[in-house]
């Protein structure tokens, strides 16, 4: 008889790290910089041991798609996990995981990147809202990428 | 030309004194510096600037240093560091250290006061001097300080010139403060007032090198693990201390509020 293990999509596992795990894969092909499973926010438990201490990205949906060199500017080395902020359902779950992630993992920064349009504001503020509601202060960065995948801004935004 | 590369700013601006206000016309304020041993190859790549004024400011220093030659300016090595700082703002943990410059302004601005105010007479008086020099030991030393020396600077090549100036004024700042110790228990006003002022021209300058260069160079080689560790550790710091920055506040404060007063003539 088997254990049952959940389901496959949302089974934490945690993959090579980025030292184990170089850029360039054979014959010049890029190799995924992903060191997790899973990666939705819904489905991510922030307990989990590839958040502990981490730089932990947390992405818009659309963020990867657009930008061409999301693997080896933003996510190597860094623990991920993605969300719509307009589409997305149940986002006061969302506030609860990041602080989470700040009070209980002790991540060590976290880093928001999100789409130029207007509404993926709203996943910044998520961020400052789990921040502001959790006792423990982290470094938060964000990142606004534009629709033909340049990084239009850069910043600190606070802890 | 190439030899100057090499050389330290001081001795270049000593020997041709016009390439200091040419450095000032971009915003590179070496002249008053006390120390001047960082070299010109290094001044030039830390300012950062575009490729055309680097080129430009390099042709003017080579005709200041060598009139009446025709060459081209000395190539400059390729930069260490990346052209455009993607970063605008500082990072949370440096931007905790120039939040905790504005308050040490706010003395150093005072001192002038201060030091026409000197009272070595009253018990009321040496509180006060007491109390400005405690500012200096703890706030801006031993809460202030320690972070750069024990912590941040760690994270960087401290025999850099520009780390080992930074170094330099702090062992000069310690040296004023002793100074002013000896002055006040031989109530000797004259060396009291010259070390005070001698105390804040250095910082003045100290904490404009700090926030216009040295930071936000830093700030372009952190990565964003070191950010983030630097935060916790200077959390951890200001939360063993034992000192409350809201008492040298208050400090400062009052000092503002009493020579306001003075200036309103009430």
């Known amino acids: ?159 | 030309m190439d030899a100057y590369l090499n050389k330290g700013i001081k001795e270049i601006i000593t020997e041709f004194p016009e390439v200091e206000t040419i450095l000032n016309d971009y915003d590179i304020g070496c002249g008053p510096c006390n120390v001047g041993i960082c070299l010109l190859k290094d001044i030039v790549s830390i300012h950062q600037l575009s490729v055309e004024q680097e080129k430009e400011l390099m042709e003017r220093i080579a005709a200041a240093v060598e009139p009446g030659k025709s060459h081209p300016a000395p190539k400059m090595q390729k930069r260490a560091t990346p052209p455009p700082p993607k970063t605008r703002r500082y990072s949370p943990p440096l931007k905790k250290l120039v939040d905790e410059h504005v308050l040490i302004k706010r003395w150093i601005a005072l001192i002038p006061e201060f030091v026409d105010a000197l009272d070595l007479e009253s018990e009321q008086g040496k509180k006060r001097i007491l109390d400005g020099i405690d500012m200096i030991r703890s706030f801006a030393d031993k809460y202030h300080h320690a972070k750069e020396e024990e912590i941040l600077f760690k994270y960087f090549d401290e025999t850099a010139d520009i780390l080992k100036v930074m170094h330099e004024d702090h062992t000069r700042a310690r040296s004023l403060v002793k100074a002013m110790q000896k002055a006040l228990a031989e109530n000797d006003k004259k060396t009291l007032s010259e070390s005070l002022t001698a105390y804040r021209e250095l910082l003045a300058e100290h904490i404009r090198k700090e926030d216009e260069i040295l930071y936000p160079w830093m700030d372009n080689q952190l990565t964003d693990r070191q950010v983030g560790e630097l935060f916790a550790r200077f959390a951890r710091v200001d939360q063993e201390s034992g000192i409350a920055p809201e008492t040298y506040e208050g400090f400062v404060r009052r000092l503002e509020a009493a020579f306001q007063k003075k200036e309103n003539g009430s």
């Open chain 1, 1 to 159: 008889m088997t254990t049952f293990e959940g389901c496959p999509g949302s089974r934490t596992m945690q993959f090579k790290t980025s030292e184990e795990n170089p850029m360039e894969g054979p014959a010049g092909k890029i190799r995924s910089q992903l060191a997790q499973w899973p990666i939705q926010m819904h489905l991510i438990n922030p307990a989990a041991p590839y958040y502990q201490g981490a730089d932990v990205l947390l992405t818009a949906d659309c963020v990867a798609y657009a930008l061409g060199d999301f693997h080896r500017e933003y996510l190597k080395g860094k623990s991920l996990a993605i969300a719509c902020p307009k589409l997305d359902e149940g986002q006061s779950v969302y506030t609860e995981k990041i602080r989470a992630w700040f009070e209980d993992a002790k991540i060590n920064t976290l880093t928001v990147l999100i789409m130029e349009v207007p509404c993926c504001m709203g996943l910044l503020q998520l961020a400052r809202q789990a921040a502001e509601a959790s006792k423990r202060k982290v470094p938060i960065k964000y990142v606004v990428v534009g629709v033909q995948g340049d990084v239009l801004k850069e910043e600190w935004a606070a802890a």
